[in-house]
């Protein structure tokens, strides 16, 4: 079967950095996804890795490791606009389209 | 329009009603998907609709529940005789095609009374 995890809630201080972590079991290997849900709101696309390795995009980077089934958003110079959920996602098995997500992580960034 | 549409935002009905809920994806996408999302919770894969291939309806949850899409453009999620179990919000997204990112629309709640 397919599985992701993610931690439910993290907090963090504004201009601090913080990383979000994923594990995911897949059949097969498809690339990951990243996406950001504030309250109320439809997800926005953050950021796809498909291979190994750390993917900047400026303030946010995700990092892949496939043999590891893990994955990381590191999010640096936190600003409070960044609290959000921060959701996980792998297409499923056989279904290059069909994503399956995460419960996502909330994150509370505080003053 | 430039993004996902989706209507009603919201809609409430009484346990038992139909509902029939609309997704205009962006203009060019050929792959249109259909998730729900409860409160709280992550969200949940319910159907997939390619260019004109047969729609991937292995995520919907009952009988109950049905979908449409004329060619490459609008899709309508239709929910027969509704339970308070249907109460969520019903996200829409388009994407261009094969592991491309899917862009979503701001959703449908749904509240089953």
């Known amino acids: 079967g397919q599985n992701i995890d993610q931690p439910t809630e993290m907090t963090a201080t504004e201009g601090a950095i913080v990383q979000i972590n994923c594990t995911y079991q897949t059949s097969g290997f498809n690339g990951l996804f990243w996406y950001q849900q504030h309250a109320g709101e439809a997800p926005t696309f953050l950021s796809y890795n498909v291979l190994d390795g750390l993917e900047e995009k400026g303030r946010f980077s995700s990092f892949l490791s496939r043999s590891k089934g893990y994955s990381y958003l590191l999010l640096k110079e936190l600003q409070m606009k960044d609290s959000a959920s921060y959701l996980c996602a792998v297409p499923l098995s056989g279904g290059y389209n069909k994503l399956i997500f995460g419960a996502g992580t909330r994150l509370a960034v505080h003053p | 329009g430039a993004g996902v549409s989706q209507s009603p935002s919201n809609k409430v009905t009484e346990k038992g009603k139909d509902v029939e809920l609309r997704c205009d994806p962006i203009s060019g996408h050929t792959a249109l998907y259909w998730y729900r999302q409860r409160l709280g919770q992550g969200l949940e894969f319910l159907i997939y609709?390619?260019?004109?291939?047969?729609?991937?309806k292995s995520g919907l949850p009952s009988d109950r529940f049905s979908a449409e899409r004329t060619g490459e453009s609008v899709s309508t999620l239709t929910i027969q005789r509704t339970q308070q179990e249907d109460s969520a919000v019903y996200l829409c997204?388009?994407?261009?095609?094969?592991?491309?990112?899917?862009?979503f629309g701001d959703g449908t709640r749904l509240s089953i009374l």
């Open positions: 609709f390619q260019g004109n291939s047969a729609p991937d």
């Open positions: 997204a388009s994407s261009l095609g094969k592991n491309q990112p899917q862009h």
